[in-house]
């Protein structure tokens, strides 16, 4: 059976990118927009990983990660790697305050997200 991760990502050709790059590895891929679209898809279904960009409309990324983390049961301990092209701008610190476990710049670097995915899935992080 394999994975379940749930992209959130405002921009559609970085989101189409992240699909294909995470499809080719034999995981299901679902895509929302924006963090509240992250936390009504989470009342519905079950996902083994979170890849959530930090600048998003309606609620951003930190935002959504808090809310995550204050959920009940499994779904709040749902690793979430930050997506974002601003890196430079938080510390990993600002991070794990939030919630979010580890990030991957922008412009995505397929190696890079590859292996960022699958060290935690593969690993149970």
Avoid: W
Avoid at 47 to 56: G, P, R, S, T, V
Wanted: charged share 25%.
């Amino acid at each position: 059976m394999s994975k379940k991760i749930l992209v959130a990502e405002d921009s559609s050709v970085i989101q189409n990118l992240t699909k294909k790059i995470l499809t080719l590895q034999n995981y299901e891929i679902s895509a929302v927009k924006n963090g509240k679209q992250v936390l009504d898809k989470l009342d519905s279904e079950a996902y083994d990983l979170i890849l959530m960009d930090i600048h998003m409309p309606v609620m951003d990324g930190m935002e959504c990660a808090r809310a995550i983390r204050k959920l009940s049961g499994d779904v709040a301990s749902i690793p979430i790697i930050a997506i974002t092209g601003n890196a430079n701008n938080y510390s990993m610190e600002d991070f794990k305050e939030a919630g979010i476990d580890e990030f991957v710049p922008k412009p995505l670097n397929y190696d890079n997200l590859v292996t960022v995915v699958n060290n935690y899935l593969a690993n149970g992080n």
